[in-house]
T-cell receptor, first 116, second 115 residues
Framework: NAGVMQNPRHLVRRRGQEARLRCSPM?????VYWYRQLPEEGLKFMVY????????ESGMPKERFSAEFPKEGPSILRIQQVVRGDSAAYFC??????????????FGPGTRLTVL | AQTVTQSQPEMSVQEAETVTLSCTYD???????LFWYKQPPSRQMILVIR??????QNATENRFSVNFQKAAKSFSLKISDSQLGDAAMYFC????????????FGEGTQLTVNP
């Protein structure tokens, strides 16, 4: 059973370009979470999605960032018009269930975004 | 809002010895989960140990154990018989029972293991 997959592992963009980060959850998992890790910091929650629904986006910057988890295919974190401050490692995690009973979040290897 | 604090940015330990990493948290909830994650240089996040707040017994996983003090909101990680492979960044994290979604992480402790 493959783990959480993220691609690309490394992404370089120039200021003003768009960045698309992909996350394929573990087989059978329908809950996806995105976290951002700035240099020398811990991970910060960005957004929680289920298939075709955004459940909690309270950690997402108000502008330029969006996320989706379509019925078919991977979850996508999209950053428009990137700036140098967006340079970070972006982690995706997935879980089997969520809510009132604990379900472990399994993390992918992360995508390191560098904005030149 | 819940916060997690790790007051030790760096720690070091001699191989085969024991080290304790500290973590405190702030919450008004009574039901929650606490975790320690390990992040080696590969940056892969690896779950080390988990503690349910309703359990009084401290969790243990082989050489890893926790000291969970609910009243003090303290959750420390003890690594016994430290090995070179234990060298990594360690993050303490909190998950609220009712939301079951967002993990709140501390800033991390960089552990060095000296041969």
């Amino acid at each position: 059973n493959a783990g959480v997959m993220q691609n690309p592992r490394h992404l370089v963009r120039r200021r003003g370009q768009e960045a698309r980060l992909r996350c394929s959850p573990m087989k059978g998992h329908s809950h996806v979470y995105w976290y951002r890790q700035l240099p020398e910091e811990g991970l910060k929650f960005m957004v929680y999605l289920q298939k075709e629904n955004i459940i909690d986006e309270s950690g997402m910057p108000k502008e330029r960032f969006s996320a989706e988890f379509p019925k078919e295919g991977p979850s996508i974190l999209r950053i428009q018009q990137v700036v140098r401050g967006d340079s970070a490692a972006y982690f995706c995690a997935s879980s089997l269930l969520a809510g009132y009973s604990y379900n472990e979040q399994f993390f992918g290897p992360g995508t390191r975004l560098t904005v030149l | 809002a819940q916060t997690v604090t790790q007051s030790q940015p760096e720690m070091s330990v001699q191989e085969a010895e024991t080290v304790t990493l500290s973590c405190t948290y702030d919450t008004s909830e009574s039901d929650y989960y606490l975790f320690w994650y390990k992040q080696p240089p590969s940056r892969q996040m690896i779950l080390v140990i988990r503690q349910e707040a309703y359990k009084q017994q401290n969790a243990t996983e082989n050489r890893f154990s926790v000291n969970f003090q609910k009243a003090a909101k303290s959750f420390s990680l003890k690594i016994s018989d430290s090995q070179l492979g234990d060298a990594a960044m360690y993050f303490c994290a909190y998950l609220e029972e009712t939301s079951g979604s967002r993990l709140t992480f501390g800033e991390g402790t960089q552990l060095t293991v000296n041969p």
